[in-house]
Protein backbone atom coordinates (compact mmCIF):
# COMPACT_ATOMS: atom_id res chain seq x y z
CA UNK A 1 0.00 0.00 0.00
CA UNK A 2 1.00 3.77 -0.88
CA UNK A 3 -0.12 6.72 0.79
CA UNK A 4 -0.88 9.34 -2.14
CA UNK A 5 -1.58 12.78 -1.41
CA UNK A 6 -3.69 14.57 -4.03
CA UNK A 7 -4.53 18.39 -4.66
CA UNK A 8 -8.27 19.32 -4.57
CA UNK A 9 -9.93 22.18 -5.15
CA UNK A 10 -8.22 25.46 -7.36
CA UNK A 11 -5.10 26.94 -6.23
CA UNK A 12 -6.22 27.80 -2.83
CA UNK A 13 -7.09 24.46 -2.08
CA UNK A 14 -5.37 21.30 -0.34
CA UNK A 15 -4.25 17.60 -0.42
CA UNK A 16 -6.41 14.51 0.45
CA UNK A 17 -4.58 11.47 1.54
CA UNK A 18 -6.17 8.37 -0.05
CA UNK A 19 -4.56 4.68 0.22
CA UNK A 20 -3.52 3.26 -3.22
CA UNK A 21 -2.48 -0.96 -3.14
CA UNK A 22 0.93 -0.82 -5.28
CA UNK A 23 1.02 -2.74 -8.24
CA UNK A 24 3.51 -4.24 -10.92
CA UNK A 25 4.27 -1.59 -14.01
CA UNK A 26 1.84 1.05 -12.16
CA UNK A 27 2.09 4.48 -13.64
CA UNK A 28 1.11 7.18 -11.82
CA UNK A 29 -1.63 7.78 -13.99
CA UNK A 30 -2.85 4.23 -13.31
CA UNK A 31 -3.33 5.79 -9.67
CA UNK A 32 -5.30 8.68 -9.87
CA UNK A 33 -7.22 6.49 -12.39
CA UNK A 34 -7.78 4.24 -9.71
CA UNK A 35 -8.60 7.16 -7.05
CA UNK A 36 -11.20 8.52 -9.53
CA UNK A 37 -12.83 5.49 -10.35
CA UNK A 38 -12.69 3.73 -7.00
CA UNK A 39 -12.45 5.88 -3.93
CA UNK A 40 -13.86 9.55 -5.22
CA UNK A 41 -15.54 10.00 -8.54
CA UNK A 42 -15.47 13.95 -7.81
CA UNK A 43 -11.66 13.97 -8.93
CA UNK A 44 -10.37 16.05 -11.53
CA UNK A 45 -8.00 15.01 -14.07
CA UNK A 46 -7.24 15.10 -17.98
CA UNK A 47 -6.12 11.83 -19.77
CA UNK A 48 -6.05 10.84 -23.29
CA UNK A 49 -3.91 8.50 -25.16
CA UNK A 50 -1.98 6.85 -21.75
CA UNK A 51 0.79 5.90 -24.06
CA UNK A 52 2.64 9.23 -23.94
CA UNK A 53 1.68 10.48 -27.58
CA UNK A 54 -0.87 13.40 -26.79
CA UNK A 55 0.53 15.63 -23.64
CA UNK A 56 -2.90 15.62 -21.90
CA UNK A 57 -1.98 14.14 -18.54
CA UNK A 58 0.81 16.10 -16.81
CA UNK A 59 1.07 16.40 -13.44
CA UNK A 60 3.64 18.07 -10.79
CA UNK A 61 4.74 14.36 -8.91
CA UNK A 62 6.54 15.07 -5.55
CA UNK A 63 7.09 18.27 -6.85
CA UNK A 64 8.41 17.73 -10.23
CA UNK A 65 6.28 18.16 -13.31
CA UNK A 66 5.94 14.37 -15.70
CA UNK A 67 4.00 13.00 -18.28
CA UNK A 68 1.93 10.71 -15.51
CA UNK A 69 1.09 8.11 -17.91
CA UNK A 70 4.99 7.34 -18.80
CA UNK A 71 5.72 7.52 -15.15
CA UNK A 72 6.33 4.51 -13.14
CA UNK A 73 5.28 4.66 -9.62
CA UNK A 74 8.50 2.97 -8.93
CA UNK A 75 10.63 5.43 -10.28
CA UNK A 76 9.09 8.71 -8.10
CA UNK A 77 7.58 6.80 -5.25
CA UNK A 78 9.04 7.33 -1.90
CA UNK A 79 8.86 5.91 1.37
CA UNK A 80 5.10 4.40 0.09
CA UNK A 81 4.69 8.09 -0.24
CA UNK A 82 3.26 9.83 -3.26
CA UNK A 83 2.19 13.83 -4.08
CA UNK A 84 0.48 14.71 -6.87
CA UNK A 85 -0.48 17.98 -7.85
CA UNK A 86 -1.42 19.93 -10.81
CA UNK A 87 1.22 21.56 -13.20
CA UNK A 88 2.80 24.79 -11.51
CA UNK A 89 2.40 28.37 -13.54
CA UNK A 90 -0.98 27.69 -14.85
CA UNK A 91 -4.02 28.56 -13.59
CA UNK A 92 -5.75 25.69 -11.40
CA UNK A 93 -9.12 25.08 -12.89
CA UNK A 94 -10.02 21.98 -10.16
CA UNK A 95 -8.03 19.51 -8.65
CA UNK A 96 -5.45 18.45 -11.24
CA UNK A 97 -6.93 19.77 -14.40
CA UNK A 98 -5.27 23.46 -15.28
CA UNK A 99 -5.89 25.88 -17.90
CA UNK A 100 -3.81 25.25 -20.95
CA UNK A 101 -5.08 28.23 -23.05
CA UNK A 102 -2.30 30.96 -21.92
CA UNK A 103 0.27 27.97 -22.73
CA UNK A 104 -1.25 27.51 -26.36
CA UNK A 105 -1.99 31.23 -26.58
CA UNK A 106 1.64 31.62 -26.57
CA UNK A 107 2.36 29.63 -29.42
CA UNK A 108 0.62 31.43 -31.34
CA UNK A 109 1.85 34.67 -29.78
CA UNK A 110 5.41 33.20 -30.70
CA UNK A 111 3.85 32.76 -34.87
CA UNK A 112 3.94 28.81 -33.77
CA UNK A 113 1.82 28.34 -37.09
CA UNK A 114 3.46 27.10 -40.34
CA UNK A 115 2.73 29.20 -43.38
CA UNK A 116 4.28 27.89 -46.80
CA UNK A 117 4.54 29.41 -50.30
CA UNK A 118 3.46 26.25 -52.30
CA UNK A 119 -0.27 26.00 -53.09
CA UNK A 120 -1.71 22.00 -53.34
CA UNK A 121 -1.49 22.24 -56.85
CA UNK A 122 2.25 22.28 -56.46
CA UNK A 123 4.38 19.51 -56.27
CA UNK A 124 6.25 19.27 -52.80
CA UNK A 125 8.94 21.20 -51.77
CA UNK A 126 12.12 19.29 -51.52
CA UNK A 127 13.72 19.29 -48.41
CA UNK A 128 16.80 17.32 -47.69
CA UNK A 129 17.23 15.26 -44.40
CA UNK A 130 20.48 15.35 -44.05
CA UNK A 131 20.76 19.05 -44.41
CA UNK A 132 22.12 21.09 -41.25
CA UNK A 133 18.53 23.06 -40.75
CA UNK A 134 16.37 19.18 -41.19
CA UNK A 135 18.86 17.82 -38.47
CA UNK A 136 18.02 21.30 -36.41
CA UNK A 137 14.62 20.78 -37.08
CA UNK A 138 14.28 16.85 -36.36
CA UNK A 139 16.19 17.78 -32.95
CA UNK A 140 12.81 19.74 -31.31
CA UNK A 141 9.48 18.44 -33.90
CA UNK A 142 8.33 15.39 -31.75
CA UNK A 143 6.97 18.03 -29.08
CA UNK A 144 3.83 16.48 -27.97
CA UNK A 145 2.62 20.20 -26.10
CA UNK A 146 2.34 18.52 -22.75
CA UNK A 147 3.70 21.37 -20.58
CA UNK A 148 6.35 20.09 -18.86
CA UNK A 149 8.82 22.53 -19.78
CA UNK A 150 6.85 25.28 -19.22
CA UNK A 151 5.37 24.40 -15.95
CA UNK A 152 9.37 23.86 -14.46
CA UNK A 153 10.39 26.97 -16.33
CA UNK A 154 11.74 29.57 -13.63
CA UNK A 155 11.57 32.66 -16.34
CA UNK A 156 7.74 31.97 -16.48
CA UNK A 157 6.69 31.87 -12.79
CA UNK A 158 9.04 35.01 -12.83
CA UNK A 159 7.62 37.13 -16.01
CA UNK A 160 3.73 36.35 -17.03
CA UNK A 161 5.29 37.46 -20.34
CA UNK A 162 7.64 35.05 -20.93
CA UNK A 163 6.35 32.91 -23.96
CA UNK A 164 8.17 30.06 -22.35
CA UNK A 165 10.11 26.92 -23.53
CA UNK A 166 7.64 25.13 -25.84
CA UNK A 167 6.36 27.52 -27.58
CA UNK A 168 9.98 28.60 -28.62
CA UNK A 169 10.92 25.92 -29.37
CA UNK A 170 8.40 25.39 -31.75
CA UNK A 171 9.03 28.97 -33.35
CA UNK A 172 12.88 27.43 -33.74
CA UNK A 173 11.44 24.60 -35.75
CA UNK A 174 9.62 26.80 -38.05
CA UNK A 175 12.58 29.21 -37.96
CA UNK A 176 14.24 26.55 -39.75
CA UNK A 177 12.18 25.03 -41.59
CA UNK A 178 13.47 26.15 -45.32
CA UNK A 179 9.62 25.79 -46.65
CA UNK A 180 8.59 28.54 -44.28
CA UNK A 181 8.34 32.32 -45.32
CA UNK A 182 7.43 34.13 -42.16
CA UNK A 183 10.43 33.62 -40.30
CA UNK A 184 11.36 37.64 -39.95
CA UNK A 185 8.38 38.00 -38.55
CA UNK A 186 8.32 34.69 -36.31
CA UNK A 187 11.86 36.46 -34.93
CA UNK A 188 10.54 39.55 -34.50
CA UNK A 189 7.91 37.76 -32.24
CA UNK A 190 10.33 35.56 -30.40
CA UNK A 191 12.62 38.96 -29.49
CA UNK A 192 13.04 40.60 -26.24
CA UNK A 193 11.87 40.53 -22.78
CA UNK A 194 8.80 38.25 -23.16
CA UNK A 195 10.48 36.05 -25.44
CA UNK A 196 14.16 34.04 -26.36
CA UNK A 197 16.30 37.20 -24.42
CA UNK A 198 14.79 36.19 -21.36
CA UNK A 199 16.23 32.72 -20.99
CA UNK A 200 18.69 32.27 -18.14
CA UNK A 201 19.61 29.18 -19.34
CA UNK A 202 18.82 27.20 -16.31
CA UNK A 203 17.55 24.32 -18.62
CA UNK A 204 15.38 23.01 -16.20
CA UNK A 205 13.08 22.22 -19.50
CA UNK A 206 15.73 20.18 -21.22
CA UNK A 207 16.11 18.06 -18.21
CA UNK A 208 12.34 17.30 -17.62
CA UNK A 209 10.63 16.90 -21.46
CA UNK A 210 9.89 13.53 -21.48
CA UNK A 211 10.84 13.50 -25.21
CA UNK A 212 14.37 14.58 -24.06
CA UNK A 213 14.08 17.54 -26.60
CA UNK A 214 16.33 20.12 -25.53
CA UNK A 215 14.22 24.01 -26.13
CA UNK A 216 17.43 25.29 -24.32
CA UNK A 217 19.09 24.72 -27.58
CA UNK A 218 16.49 25.62 -29.28
CA UNK A 219 16.21 29.27 -27.19
CA UNK A 220 20.16 29.73 -27.97
CA UNK A 221 19.62 28.99 -31.67
CA UNK A 222 17.11 32.09 -31.55
CA UNK A 223 19.06 33.93 -29.75
CA UNK A 224 21.62 34.00 -31.96
CA UNK A 225 19.23 34.34 -35.58
CA UNK A 226 17.91 37.52 -33.70
CA UNK A 227 21.15 38.90 -33.45
CA UNK A 228 22.05 38.48 -36.87
CA UNK A 229 19.04 40.03 -38.08
CA UNK A 230 19.77 43.07 -35.54
CA UNK A 231 23.31 43.47 -36.85
CA UNK A 232 21.42 42.93 -40.63
CA UNK A 233 19.14 45.30 -39.93
CA UNK A 234 16.21 43.29 -40.83
CA UNK A 235 14.79 42.86 -37.37
CA UNK B 1 10.21 49.41 -25.12
CA UNK B 2 10.48 47.51 -28.04
CA UNK B 3 11.77 44.02 -29.02
CA UNK B 4 14.52 45.35 -31.05
CA UNK B 5 15.64 47.79 -28.26
CA UNK B 6 15.15 44.78 -26.09
CA UNK B 7 17.65 42.88 -28.30
CA UNK B 8 19.87 45.47 -28.58
CA UNK B 9 20.68 45.73 -24.52
CA UNK B 10 20.86 41.67 -24.57
CA UNK B 11 23.70 42.22 -27.24
CA UNK B 12 25.12 45.14 -25.25
CA UNK B 13 25.10 43.03 -22.23
CA UNK B 14 26.82 39.91 -23.59
CA UNK B 15 29.40 42.49 -25.44
CA UNK B 16 30.68 44.19 -22.59
CA UNK B 17 30.95 41.11 -20.54
CA UNK B 18 33.18 40.34 -23.17
CA UNK B 19 35.39 43.37 -22.26
CA UNK B 20 34.95 42.84 -18.95
CA UNK B 21 36.40 39.60 -18.81
CA UNK B 22 39.33 40.97 -20.61
CA UNK B 23 39.69 44.16 -18.27
CA UNK B 24 39.33 41.64 -15.38
CA UNK B 25 42.09 39.60 -15.83
CA UNK B 26 44.58 42.57 -16.82
CA UNK B 27 43.34 44.23 -14.03
CA UNK B 28 43.93 41.27 -11.41
CA UNK B 29 47.21 40.24 -13.22
CA UNK B 30 48.18 43.95 -13.19
CA UNK B 31 47.46 44.09 -8.99
CA UNK B 32 49.58 40.60 -8.18
CA UNK B 33 52.40 41.92 -10.25
CA UNK B 34 52.54 45.23 -8.64
CA UNK B 35 52.26 44.43 -5.52
CA UNK B 36 55.19 42.35 -5.39
CA UNK B 37 57.66 45.11 -3.75
CA UNK B 38 54.48 45.93 -1.07
CA UNK B 39 52.12 48.60 -1.87
CA UNK B 40 52.03 52.00 -1.81
CA UNK B 41 49.83 55.37 -3.57
CA UNK B 42 53.14 56.63 -4.51
CA UNK B 43 54.03 53.38 -6.69
CA UNK B 44 50.15 53.71 -8.15
CA UNK B 45 50.40 57.07 -8.94
CA UNK B 46 53.37 56.64 -10.73
CA UNK B 47 52.55 54.12 -12.76
CA UNK B 48 49.17 55.67 -14.22
CA UNK B 49 49.84 59.38 -13.96
CA UNK B 50 49.88 60.48 -17.39
CA UNK B 51 49.75 57.24 -18.60
CA UNK B 52 47.31 57.16 -21.80
CA UNK B 53 47.05 53.65 -21.84
CA UNK B 54 45.89 52.99 -18.60
CA UNK B 55 43.40 55.84 -19.01
CA UNK B 56 42.22 54.45 -21.94
CA UNK B 57 42.05 51.34 -20.32
CA UNK B 58 40.25 52.00 -17.27
CA UNK B 59 37.93 54.82 -18.99
CA UNK B 60 36.99 51.04 -20.89
CA UNK B 61 36.17 49.09 -18.06
CA UNK B 62 33.96 51.93 -16.51
CA UNK B 63 32.26 52.10 -19.76
CA UNK B 64 32.18 48.36 -19.82
CA UNK B 65 30.30 48.90 -16.19
CA UNK B 66 27.77 51.66 -16.93
CA UNK B 67 26.68 49.17 -19.80
CA UNK B 68 26.81 45.89 -18.06
CA UNK B 69 25.71 46.64 -14.41
CA UNK B 70 22.42 48.30 -15.48
CA UNK B 71 21.21 45.53 -18.17
CA UNK B 72 21.92 42.87 -15.46
CA UNK B 73 19.82 44.89 -13.04
CA UNK B 74 16.69 45.57 -15.58
CA UNK B 75 16.53 41.81 -15.08
CA UNK B 76 16.50 41.40 -11.41
CA UNK B 77 14.09 44.51 -11.08
CA UNK B 78 11.97 42.92 -13.18
CA UNK B 79 11.91 39.18 -12.40
CA UNK B 80 12.55 39.37 -8.67
CA UNK B 81 10.58 42.81 -7.95
CA UNK B 82 8.14 42.81 -10.76
CA UNK B 83 9.10 46.55 -11.37
CA UNK B 84 8.79 47.29 -15.07
CA UNK B 85 7.91 50.05 -17.62
CA UNK B 86 9.53 53.61 -17.98
CA UNK B 87 10.08 54.32 -14.03
CA UNK B 88 12.43 51.41 -14.36
CA UNK B 89 14.05 52.46 -17.64
CA UNK B 90 14.63 55.91 -16.62
CA UNK B 91 16.01 55.09 -13.24
CA UNK B 92 18.34 52.59 -14.83
CA UNK B 93 19.18 55.20 -17.13
CA UNK B 94 20.35 57.36 -14.58
CA UNK B 95 22.09 54.70 -12.77
CA UNK B 96 24.49 53.94 -15.41
CA UNK B 97 25.38 57.63 -15.55
CA UNK B 98 26.13 57.35 -12.05
CA UNK B 99 28.48 54.48 -12.40
CA UNK B 100 29.86 56.22 -15.76
CA UNK B 101 30.30 59.18 -13.15
CA UNK B 102 31.84 57.82 -10.57
CA UNK B 103 33.89 55.62 -12.36
CA UNK B 104 35.60 58.23 -14.73
CA UNK B 105 35.75 60.29 -11.27
CA UNK B 106 38.16 57.72 -9.85
CA UNK B 107 39.90 56.76 -13.35
CA UNK B 108 41.05 60.75 -14.02
CA UNK B 109 41.42 60.74 -10.31
CA UNK B 110 44.86 58.34 -10.67
CA UNK B 111 45.83 60.01 -14.31
CA UNK B 112 45.77 63.74 -13.54
Known amino acids: MMQVKVWRGKADGAFQEFEVQRHASQTVLDVVTYIQRALDPTLAYRFACRVGMCGSCAMTVNGVARWTCRTHVDKVVKNDQMEIAPLRNLPVIRDLVTDMREFFDKWAKAKGQFSGALTKNEDFQKVKPDSPARVAVDAGIECIGCAVCYSSCDVVSWNPEYLGPAALNRAWTLVKDERDTHSMDRLRAVAGDAGCHSCHTHMSCTERCPKQISPTAAIAGLKREVSLALFRKTL | ?112
Not at chain 2, 61 to 84: D, S
Request: hydrophobic share 60%.
Open chain 2, 1 to 112: MNAKTQTFLWVAQRASAAVLGICVLVHLATMVYAVRGGLSAAEILGRTRGSVAWLVFYSLFVLAIAVHVPIGLRAVLGEWLGWRGAAREWGLILFAALLGWMGMRAVLGVFL
